[in-house]
């Protein structure tokens, strides 16, 4: 992957995983069939840099701190190394940047544990627009909360978002909504015409 990657110009900034539960079990004739492995639901996504040095802040998608760093924070940390040989010291009880850096494991604002958030959503305004409407639902949605932590981490308000493949335009939505410019591009018009839905039109 990464030689691919290196190969096309760009650079594997960051690994970084979606938890999908609405993935199916696939393929059907080694999980339902055969039952010979378990579901995968775990989708990987690489974030891609033309640079070795991307545009990102990730204090721009800071999490809320947890009870317990909350609770170090108030108590204090004892200074101490630790078995893995890492050195703990006084500044990890300090709480003054605002939130805790996520981790490359993609979390929902309102949950503790990693997104758990299926593609699978039948009652959106988009979905039921498209019902209403008899136009064909693209088949591979992702949630919003997904481009919306990395429009957030690698943009600025008024920077450009260009999506390649935009399906039914989560991202263009998405980035409209925090204030950024954005370009879509899709090879099938009537995807394209059904993402209008998620503008309201």
């Known amino acids: 992957m990464i030689a691919l990657v290196e190969e096309l110009g760009f650079y594997l900034a960051q690994e970084c995983y979606w938890y999908n539960p609405a993935k199916m079990p696939a393929p059907a004739e080694w ?5 010979v492995r378990i579901k995968d639901s775990v989708e990987h996504v690489w974030w891609l ?3 070795p040095f991307p545009k990102a802040d990730n ?12 609770r170090l924070a108030k ?3 004892k200074t101490t190394v630790r078995p893995s040989g ?6 990890f009880d300090k709480i003054e940047s605002g939130g805790s850096i996520p981790s ?7 949950a503790n544990d990693m997104l758990i958030v299926g593609n699978n959503s039948a009652n959106d305004p988009y979905t039921i ?8 639902i693209h088949p591979a949605r992702f949630p919003a909360a997904l481009p919306e932590f990395f429009v957030k981490l690698l943009t600025e308000e008024g920077d450009l978002v260009v999506d ?3 399906g039914s335009n989560t991202t263009g939505a998405v980035a409209e909504r925090l204030g950024r410019r954005w370009i879509a591009l899709e090879l099938l018009e009537e995807y394209l015409e059904a993402s209008k839905f998620r503008f309201g039109g």
């Open 164 to 166: 390649p493949f935009a």
């Open 86 to 91: 890492h050195s703990i010291t006084s500044s």
């Open 129 to 136: 627009r498209c019902k209403k409407s008899g136009v064909k």
């Open 75 to 77: 108590r204090g940390v």
């Open 31 to 35: 999980v339902t069939v055969r039952r």
């Open 59 to 70: 204090r721009r998608v800071l999490r809320p701190y947890s009870a317990d760093m909350l």
């Open 104 to 110: 490359n494991v993609l979390e929902d604002q309102n």
């Open 49 to 51: 840099s033309k640079t």
